[in-house]
Every structure is written in C-alpha cells, then in structure tokens.
C-alpha cells in the first residue's frame, strides 16, 4: 500500500534557481574575446604541438629516415674510403665489392670485427679477413671492448684470434660503452688494452669511437697520440676539431657487394698515406730487437 502524500509537502516550496551548467559558464568566458583571438591562440597552441613533436619525436631520427630511405649521400673532398664488417653482413660478394664505389672513389680498406670481450669470436672472421687481403684491399682487424671484464684477457684473446701481418692496418680497439665503470677506471682499462696491442705489434693501435662518447670520457691527452676512427653519422662536415684518422659517416651506406646497410668510412689522407699507416716488414734487426721482450 503506497503512502499518501503529505499536504505540506507542496506548500510552501521555493523554486531553486539554476546557475549556468559548467559548459554553458565557459562558453560566456569564450564570448568575451573576440573571434580573431580565439582562432589565433588555437593556431599558437597547434603551432607549439607540432614543434613538440618534430623537436622530441622526428628530428632525431629524420637524418636516419632519410640515409635509409633516400639516395645514400657521402661527404665530399675526400678520396680514400671504406667499409667495415662482421657477421651481420653475412657473405660479401667479394668480386663485386673489389670493383665497388662509395661515392666517386674505389673501396680502398676494409675493418673486419675480429673479437669481443675475452670470448667471443665473430663467425665470419677467418673468411672476410683472409678475402679482403685476396682481393687487393687494404684490411684491418678490430675488438669490441666489453667494460668490467679484464682489459688483458680481452688483448690476448685478440692478438690471439687477429694475427695481424705486415701490411695490415694496427690493431683497432672499437669502445662504445662504459658499463658499470667510472670515467677514471675506464680510461686506465682502455689504455691497458692499447698498451698490450703496441707491446705486441710496436706501432700504436686505432681507436674508435663515437664524437660524444670520445668527448666525455677519452678526451683527455694520453689518448691524442693514437689515430682516431671516429663515428658520426649523418652530418656533411664533422664537429670535432682534433686530430683524427678515419670517419664512420654513415651505418646506411650501400655498396656492390654488400646485402642491405654498410658502414661506411673515409680515411683522412691519400691512399700513400693509408699505405704508410699499416704494419712495416719486419726486417732481422726488428726481430732481434723485440724478440727478448716477448720471451
């Protein structure tokens, strides 16, 4: 049974008066700027978006947009140039890269990756270095340095696998990351590793490494005295003032020879200079002289 409604409960009731609904409110705020300034901020608010997002989302990676889906483009001025390689290439078309071109000039030099920490071999090592001395180029062999793990066991285990003869460019350290070192133990751990490879082949090794990590942590003078392969990519003229040897200016270089990406690089000097950079004969007196320190 529904109860009846009180007669009191409609006597005396005050209507309530409404304020404007949230959206209505702002809509009377809008009113009182003119219509011009409103379309100009909505231009500024999507003018800063679009900023935003080119600044953190596009510009890091448009030169890299463009190096894999243009036309390869490669510095100009300079006349000896060269790739470098591992496994990732998996088999190079030797016959077609001895007659390759990057740029207007012949490949000249080919870096092999030889070694990584104190274990790990590239698998296609022993193939790519024996065919880029076969077939009349310039070669070298390089080491990836792993922080944290012992810098002589890494330079054994190179020397070892490298077996660098005459005519080969130095011994190549490729540095890339610190790890859980400080900046200091990582120049000592680094200069350990250079120190052996010269011991060994008595010229002083090649060491790589990218502009900004160079700049941070391996900018101080011990390292000046060794010739410097530096990366960085995508830019027509280096930012680096130092001295330096080679330049890795692109890791999206196409080359006869070579399926998909290569690095590519440029040797800073004429091919008689690249030639005077490699390991000298060994003559008797040579021999005589380190043979002591090696027993």
Same mark, same amino acid.
């Given at each position: 049974?529904?109860?009846?409604?009180?007669?009191?409960?409609?006597?005396?009731?005050?209507?309530?008066?409404?304020?404007?609904?949230?959206?209505?409110?702002?809509?009377?705020?809008?009113?009182?700027?003119?219509?011009?300034?409103?379309?100009?901020?909505?231009?500024?608010?999507?003018?800063?978006?679009?900023?935003?997002?080119?600044?953190?989302?596009?510009?890091?990676?448009?030169?890299?947009?463009?190096?894999?889906?243009?036309?390869?483009?490669?510095?100009?001025?300079?006349?000896?140039?060269?790739?470098?390689?591992?496994?990732?290439?998996?088999?190079?078309?030797?016959?077609?890269?001895?007659?390759?071109?990057?740029?207007?000039?012949?490949?000249?030099?080919?870096?092999? &990756?030889?070694?990584?920490?104190?274990?790990?071999?590239?698998?296609?090592?022993?193939?790519?270095?024996?065919?880029?001395?076969?077939?009349?180029?310039?070669?070298?062999?390089?080491?990836?340095?792993?922080?944290?793990?012992?810098?002589?066991?890494?330079?054994?285990?190179?020397?070892?696998?490298?077996?660098?003869?005459?005519?080969?460019?130095?011994?190549?350290?490729?540095?890339?990351?610190?790890?859980?070192?400080?900046?200091?133990?990582?120049?000592?751990?680094?200069?350990?590793?250079?120190?052996?490879?010269?011991?060994?082949?008595? !010229?002083?090794?090649?060491?790589?490494?990218?502009?900004?990590? &160079?700049?941070?942590?391996?900018?101080?003078?011990?390292?000046?005295?060794?010739?410097?392969?530096?990366?960085?990519?995508?830019?027509?003229?280096?930012?680096?003032?130092?001295?330096?040897?080679?330049?890795?200016?692109?890791?999206?270089?196409?080359?006869?020879?070579? &399926?998909?990406?290569?690095?590519?690089?440029?040797?800073?000097?004429?091919?008689?200079?690249?030639?005077?950079?490699?390991?000298?004969? !060994?003559?008797?007196?040579?021999?005589?002289?380190?043979?002591?320190?090696?027993?």
């Amino acid at each position: 049974m529904k109860k009846s409604r009180s007669r009191s409960s409609s006597v005396g009731r005050v209507k309530k008066k409404h304020s404007p609904k949230g959206g209505a409110g702002r809509g009377l705020v809008f009113r009182r700027f003119p219509a011009w300034l409103l379309w100009l901020g909505g231009l500024l608010v999507t003018a800063a978006y679009i900023g935003f997002f080119y600044h953190f989302f596009v510009s890091p990676f448009s030169f890299r947009w463009r190096a894999i889906y243009g036309e390869p483009t490669y510095p100009e001025g300079y006349e000896v140039r060269g790739i470098d390689i591992s496994h990732y290439q998996d088999r190079v078309n030797w016959e077609k890269l001895r007659n390759a071109s990057i740029g207007n000039a012949p490949v000249s030099f080919v870096f092999i &990756k030889a070694t990584e920490g104190e274990k790990l071999f590239d698998d296609n090592f022993n193939r790519n270095f024996a065919n880029t001395k076969r077939n009349g180029l310039i070669r070298g062999a390089y080491h990836f340095f792993v922080p944290g793990i012992d810098p002589r066991k890494q330079a054994d285990f190179y020397l070892k696998i490298a077996q660098l003869e005459p005519g080969d460019l130095p011994p190549v350290l490729d540095i890339e990351k610190k790890g859980d070192l400080t900046p200091e133990q990582l120049r000592r751990d680094v200069k350990i590793w250079l120190d052996k490879a010269e011991a060994e082949y008595g !010229v002083k090794p090649i060491l790589y490494t990218g502009y900004k990590f &160079k700049m941070q942590y391996l900018n101080t003078p011990e390292f000046d005295a060794y010739p410097y392969w530096i990366a960085h990519y995508y830019v027509e003229k280096l930012a680096y003032k130092g001295k330096w040897a080679f330049w890795q200016h692109t890791d999206c270089g196409k080359v006869s020879g070579i &399926k998909g990406f290569v690095d590519c690089n440029i040797f800073n000097g004429t091919l008689q200079d690249l030639m005077q950079l490699t390991l000298p004969e !060994v003559s008797p007196e040579n021999i005589n002289e380190v043979s002591p320190e090696k027993q």
